[in-house]
Every structure is written in structure tokens, then in C-alpha cells.
């Protein structure tokens, strides 16, 4: 019995043994297997460190891929503390290079951590200083890798564009809007090092950064640097408390060109108000469009077929009742009798009242829904704006007459120049756009492309040529004359809006505009100009906003390849304007004979003889009268 118990336990003990031996053999296998990165991980951890190198910024392209953002290299100071051996040193003569206090260069050196990033001081830092900090050679002070954004053209474009902060976030605009995209990945150098923080000789490993989205915008920086130009000479000149302009594609919602005043340059942001950084005027700007809505009118009028505008009369006295109100005609004592079509050119108030009152409120104010004021376009940029129209239940006579013309409702410039988009390009009201697509950092082929949206048809392509047509006679023989091009089919609407104070118009104090397109038979570009409160000049947006319009426009001719149109509407010319005439053919004429159409213009003869041999300008080119024509003179 008690060798038969002892053989139980011998045994019992045995699968013990044999158990306790499996288990550990099950451990070690998992470890090895299931674990081994994990804990490969952790102790490499305990020996290698990471100094950090950031992935560069994606870049921002114009349609034609001109760099409008993109980034320099720059350095920024890295300590590992267990490393710096002359501590009071590397305090002392870090503190004086990157301009801080020796107390606080003491909480980097000695701090109990293993990588200490120097910041902000120790961000992005000038070459210069860099190479004297790598001067000082000491041990545990790195000087690593960083990228800093570069706007090339600074502040243009500077709202659409954005700016980011020190670490490289976007804060604003495209950048703030796309930051997970244009954000590249950190990469590292690794190296070992032992438990004391030691740097050990083994090799180093390096970690290839990643770098962000590039990203091709809709922009034409030809155009941009126009609109630029225009808005900072007006800012010169006139002394307006605001200005803003927009260049689209009516055929598409793409954005060719934006920029307001004040504006800012994103390098230097901290040199700005918030209000300067980031209020987009464009699209966040609310405000009465004046004249440039009764393009809205106008094309709700014709498209319910309540207008004869050539046939039909309509006579202007300079004012008209409405309720209890008075509506005046800018126009001291009115235009008398005039057609619809010059109603239209003249931009007559109580023209557009009668229209109005032919429309009715409900089928007016769903037009203005149609053609998307009272809502956001939804363009890709954040801080857009709604605007405000009068809730039908409120709009009486006199509210029904003022929205005809442009008064009482509040819009947005993007709103302004989509609707009137949709107006001349054949009634198609399309999303507006700045992002047209994202592309692959290193190859720059497209990842995510945007297409153009059509959010609705509002009128018809009949109804749509004939409010082109209209708006061409506005800048031939209407309020609009500033805007002409010589040889080429220009329309356009002007705009001169009273602002609201404390519940009250103020006195002398207007925001002028004007909008236009070209060619007024094919629309290829459409260009918006505001300009808030003008300084010294007659307040009228046929006087200030038209000709920087017009400017934009030539410019957008030479930039999209717009050509000369042989037919359109001659300008119908003032007494006090000059006029374009064609240079007459005298090559290869006797000079007495041709001095008669030679009249008028400023000759310089070079050269000597009877006979013309060379002309400039050629035959057939228009040009204003009295200017200068040079000849060639020679023998026959």
C-alpha cells in the first residue's frame, strides 16, 4: 500500500513536471511568434531614438500650374539632454543665438525627457542662425529638417489661399479647408543609444518622409495678378474703405480670380487684425446690390414673356409712387419717354418699378430663388455668407418695387456673379469652384478631379441671349460706356447701391459696382468689381467700377485668347468722349493725294519722297482719333 502511493505521487508529479514544461514551451513559442514584434518594438524602443523630419506641404498650383504656394527648407533646434555634456554652455550660447532667457533655455537643456523639441523659438530658423548653432559643435544639440511655407506672390490671393501656423496647420482659406490633404507624413533619423542616453556607434537608419497632396486650383494667375493690380491702384487713387473683385468661367463656376481690400500676407500673418485675415469679401461680404440685381428682373420679365423690349414704351417723369413712398430716378427730372430696351441702358428706377409690378412678388421673389440668393453657392472655401431676402409674407408694394431695382435685399458678391453667370450663359446656374484637383505629390497626376455642377436650369437659352444682348446695349449706349472694348462684344450692368446705418441710408456714402462679360454673343469670362465708399470722385459705378472692370477684362482677352469679333453694336459716342476710327490704306500712294484721310490723326513723316512706302498702325486697325500715325516716304 505505501509503494503504491509513493508510485501515484511519482507520477501525479511526473505530469505536473511535464505540464508546467508544455506551458513554457507554449509561452516562449508565442513570444517568438505572436508577440516578437510587439516586444522587439518595446526594447528597441529602450535604445533607439527618432529625431523628427517633416514631410513637405503639398503644394498649390494655378490651373496653368504656376506655384501660387509651395516650401523652402529650413531647420529647427532638437536636443536629446542626457547627451549634452557642457550643459551651462549649450544654455548660454543657445539662449543668445535664438533670442530667449537663459531660464528658459535651462528648462530645454535639463529637461528629464529623451527627445526635447526647442519651441517656437527654435522653429523654422534662418540659415544663418542655424550655421551658428552647428558651429558651437556640441554633443545632444541636432539641427533637423523642417519646411516652411512660401507664398511666391504674397498677398495675392491671400483669403482663398489661407495661411498656416508654426507647426505647419493650416489656418485659413484652401489651407485650413484642405489641410488633411496638403499635410505631409514625418519621417525620422533613428539611432541607438544606451540607457544613459549615450549615442552608441551603430549605424543610423533613415526614415523616408512622406509629402502632402499637391493641389491645382481653377485660378488663372495671369488674370489674378490683373485683378490685383486693378484693386491696388483703385486703393491709391479712390481711398475706398473696401474693394473686392471676381473672375469666373460662366460656363463651368470656375473661378478664374478673387481678391478684396484690405488684404494680407499670409508670411506675416501675425502682423494682422482677424478681421483682415479672414473676412473673404467675395463670399462673405453681405450687402444691397444696387443696379447690377436688375439683371434679375430683367430676365424674369422676359422669360414670362412680360416685356417687349424694343417695341415697348415707358415714360420716366423722375419719380413714382409707390404706397406711401417715393421712388426717384437717379436722373434729376427723368429720361421722358424711352423704350424698355433703354430703360435697361439708362438703369431706370421707375422703368424697373413697372416691371416689377408685372412680375407680381410670388413670381419674382421664385426667381430670386431660382437663381440662388437667400442660400450659400457652396463653393469650396469656408466663411461663405447667405445673404438675406425678404420672407414673401412681408413684401408689400414697396418692398416688391425695391427688389425690382436692387434695394432692400442683402447678397453676396459670389451670389452677384453666379446669377449673372446663369443670366447670359444660356440659363444654367452652375456650383462655383476654386479646387479644380488634387494630384499626386510626386508625379502631379490627378487623385480626385472636380467637375463642373449644374445646379439648375433658371431661364431659357432664348431668354439668355436676348439679357446678353440687352446688357451689350448698357455698355454701348448706356450707363455701362466705360466698359467698352473696341472690337469686342462687351456687356455689362453697372450698380450704385446706398448702405445701410443704424436702420438708415447714409448721405454721399455708396458702394459702386459693376458687372461684365465678353463676348456678349458667346460669354467666355464674366468680371465683378465693388468698390465700398470712393473718395474724391463722382460716386456712380459707371464712373468708378466700370473702367477697372474694363481693365481686368483686356487683360483676361490676352490671357484667354479671346478674339476680336467683327460684328456688335457700335458705341454710341458723348460729345466730350473720343472715338475709335479705322486707319485708312495710303501704302504705296502719293502723299498729296491721301492728306485728306491722313485728317485728324497725328502724322510723323520720315523718310524722304512723294510716295508712302511703310505705314503704322496698318490699314484697317481702329484706333482713338488723334493718334499717332508714322510714314515712310520714298520714291516711287
Not at 105 to 113: G, L, Q
Not at 307 to 331: M, P, Q, T
Not at 359 to 382: A, H, P, Q, R, V
Not at 542 to 570: F, M, Q, R
Amino acid at each position: 500500500m505505501f509503494f503504491k502511493d509513493i508510485h501515484i505521487r511519482m507520477r501525479l508529479f511526473f505530469v505536473i513536471v511535464i505540464i508546467l514544461f508544455l506551458t513554457v514551451i507554449s509561452k516562449v513559442i508565442y513570444i517568438q511568434v505572436f508577440e516578437y514584434d510587439k516586444l522587439s518594438k518595446l526594447s528597441s524602443d529602450l535604445w533607439s531614438r527618432n529625431l523628427p523630419i517633416e514631410g513637405n506641404r503639398g503644394i498649390i498650383y494655378d490651373r496653368n500650374f504656376t506655384i501660387l504656394a509651395d516650401n523652402i527648407t529650413t531647420t529647427s533646434l532638437v536636443l536629446i539632454p542626457n547627451q549634452i555634456k557642457e550643459k551651462e554652455r549649450a544654455i548660454k550660447e543657445l539662449s543668445k543665438i535664438i533670442g530667449v532667457s537663459e531660464e528658459e533655455m535651462s528648462k530645454h537643456v535639463n529637461k528629464k525627457t529623451s527627445i526635447e523639441r526647442v519651441h517656437p523659438e527654435g522653429r523654422r530658423l534662418s540659415f544663418d542662425i542655424a550655421d551658428k548653432i552647428a558651429a558651437l559643435n556640441l554633443e545632444g544639440v541636432y539641427l533637423v529638417k523642417e519646411s516652411k511655407r512660401n507664398y511666391p506672390y504674397d498677398k495675392n490671393l491671400s483669403h482663398v489661399l489661407g495661411y498656416v501656423g508654426i507647426d505647419n496647420q493650416g489656418l485659413s482659406g484652401l489651407e485650413l479647408q484642405y489641410n488633411e490633404y496638403l499635410t505631409g507624413e514625418y519621417g525620422s533619423i533613428k539611432y541607438f543609444s544606451d540607457a544613459k542616453g549615450n549615442k552608441l556607434k551603430l549605424n543610423e537608419i533613415y526614415e523616408e518622409p512622406q509629402d502632402g497632396v499637391n493641389i491645382l486650383l481653377t485660378i488663372n494667375n495671369e488674370i489674378q495678378m490683373s485683378v490685383e493690380r486693378e484693386l491696388d491702384n483703385a486703393l491709391s487713387k479712390l481711398n475706398p474703405e473696401k474693394a473686392l473683385a471676381i473672375v469666373m468661367d460662366p460656363n463651368s463656376g470656375e473661378i478664374l480670380a478673387m481678391s478684396s481690400r484690405p488684404n494680407f500676407s499670409p508670411s506675416n500673418y501675425q502682423d494682422y487684425t482677424l478681421e483682415e485675415i479672414n473676412r473673404n469679401l467675395p463670399i462673405w461680404m453681405n450687402y444691397e446690390p444696387g443696379s447690377t440685381f436688375k439683371i434679375i428682373t430683367l430676365a424674369t420679365a422676359l422669360e414670362e414673356n412680360l416685356v417687349d423690349l424694343e417695341n415697348e414704351h415707358f415714360y420716366d417723369g423722375g419719380s413714382v409712387r409707390v404706397a406711401n413712398a417715393k421712388i426717384k430716378c437717379w436722373k434729376a427730372g427723368g429720361h421722358g419717354d424711352q423704350t424698355f430696351l433703354q430703360v435697361v441702358e439708362n438703369s431706370c428706377n421707375p422703368g424697373f418699378v413697372a416691371l416689377g409690378r408685372r412680375i407680381g412678388k410670388e413670381k419674382l421673389f421664385s426667381y430670386i430663388d431660382k437663381f440662388g440668393f437667400g442660400e450659400k453657392t457652396g463653393i469650396d472655401l469656408n466663411g461663405e455668407a447667405t445673404g438675406i431676402i425678404f420672407d414673401l409674407d412681408n413684401v408689400g408694394e414697396v418692398e416688391l418695387a425695391t427688389t425690382a431695382f436692387g434695394q432692400g435685399v442683402s447678397v453676396t458678391p459670389i451670389q452677384q456673379i453666379t446669377a449673372v453667370s446663369a443670366a447670359i450663359n444660356g440659363g444654367k446656374l452652375y456650383k462655383p469652384y476654386v479646387v479644380k484637383s488634387l494630384l499626386e505629390p510626386e508625379t502631379n497626376s490627378p487623385i480626385l478631379t472636380n467637375e463642373k455642377t449644374l445646379v439648375r436650369n433658371v431661364i431659357s437659352n432664348e431668354t439668355s441671349k436676348k439679357v446678353a444682348l440687352a446688357l451689350e446695349s448698357v455698355v454701348t449706349n448706356g450707363s455701362g460706356r466705360n466698359a467698352y472694348i473696341e472690337g469686342y462684344r462687351v456687356g455689362g450692368k453697372t450698380g450704385t447701391a446706398q448702405k445701410v446705418k443704424d436702420g438708415a441710408y447714409m448721405q454721399g456714402n455708396y458702394i459702386l459696382s459693376f458687372i461684365g462679360f465678353l463676348p456678349a454673343d458667346n460669354p467666355k469670362v464674366v468680371v465683378y468689381v465693388a468698390i465700398d465708399n470712393p473718395k474724391g470722385v463722382v460716386q456712380y459705378g459707371g464712373t468708378v467700377a466700370a473702367p477697372i472692370a474694363k481693365a481686368i477684362l483686356e487683360d483676361c482677352i490676352t490671357a484667354l485668347d479671346i478674339k476680336k469679333s467683327s460684328k456688335g453694336t457700335e458705341k454710341k459716342y458723348q460729345l466730350w468722349e473720343k472715338k475709335y476710327v479705322t486707319v485708312p490704306d495710303v501704302t504705296g500712294k502719293k502723299l498729296n493725294s491721301v492728306k485728306g484721310l491722313l485728317y485728324g490723326f497725328d502724322v510723323n513723316y520720315t523718310g524722304s519722297g512723294e510716295y508712302i512706302k511703310f505705314q503704322s498702325p496698318k490699314a484697317g486697325e481702329r484706333v482713338l482719333e488723334g493718334s499717332k500715325i508714322r510714314i515712310l516716304l520714298g520714291d516711287k
